[in-house]
């Protein structure tokens, strides 16, 4: 049981080019999400889903697109990077909206210079 | 992430000693609360929650005490392992809201 799955771990990306944030469950879940961490920062809500098909802007969604059409995926997209994207990015995952012990990934720290 | 620790403050303990983390939540209004542990290069890892009706909750070495009269949250752990060393966060919901993630504590365990 792989839980929530990050890829890639790790990133660069020069201002101004577009890459994709992968987040794979394998837990039936419904509910997703996006976040960001910063360093003196809590978690930051960026995008959720409460289900295939389903998408809602958290926090912070400005520079960032997802969509859902799989129970299993729920892709992170940067359409134009840009340095202020430079963060840890974790998905979480939970059996449904409303359920709060969320499993998260492992993270992908991405730099944008 | 490696980062998250900067800028956050710091409880130092010894190993064996009970370690109290607190938390000052934001909304009066909040109802459901949660400690997360993150390790070091980790994702988020629950820990324990409590809803605002129980104002005292235990796990396995872990104890939550709630006081929405002045919204304050705390941790407890008992006999702290060099394990336990980690960046810890409270969350709080409201309704059917997403969480709202404190900035964390880091817990430092010397043996």
């Known amino acids: 049981n792989a839980g929530v799955t990050q890829t890639p771990k790790f990133q660069v990306l020069k201002t101004g080019q577009s890459m994709t944030l992968q987040c794979a469950q394998d837990?039936?879940?419904?509910?997703m999400s996006w976040y960001r961490q910063d360093p003196g920062m809590g978690l930051r809500l960026i995008h959720y889903?409460?289900?295939?098909?389903?998408?809602d802007q958290g926090e912070v969604p400005n520079g960032y697109n997802v969509s859902r059409s799989t129970t299993e995926d729920f892709p992170l997209r940067l359409l134009s990077a840009a340095p202020s994207q430079t963060s840890v990015y974790f998905c979480?995952?939970?059996?449904?909206?409303?359920?709060?012990?969320?499993?998260f990934g492992s993270g992908t720290r991405l730099t944008v210079v | 992430g490696e980062n998250v620790g900067l800028h956050l403050p710091t409880l130092s303990v010894q190993e064996g000693d009970n370690s109290i983390i607190n938390c000052a939540y934001s909304n009066s209004a909040s109802d459901y609360f949660i400690w997360y542990k993150q390790e070091s290069g980790k994702g988020p890892q629950f820990i324990i929650d409590i809803r605002s009706n129980m104002d005292k909750r235990q796990g396995q070495r872990v104890t939550v005490l709630l006081n929405k009269t002045v919204k304050h949250l705390s941790l407890q752990i008992a006999a702290t392992q060099p394990g336990d060393s980690a960046v810890y966060f409270c969350a709080e919901n409201f309704g059917y809201s997403t969480l709202t993630f404190g900035k964390g504590t880091m817990l430092l365990v010397s043996p």
């Open positions: 837990m039936n879940h419904e509910y």
């Open positions: 979480a995952s939970s059996a449904r909206q409303g359920d709060y012990g969320y499993t």
């Open positions: 889903s409460v289900g295939a098909g389903i998408t």
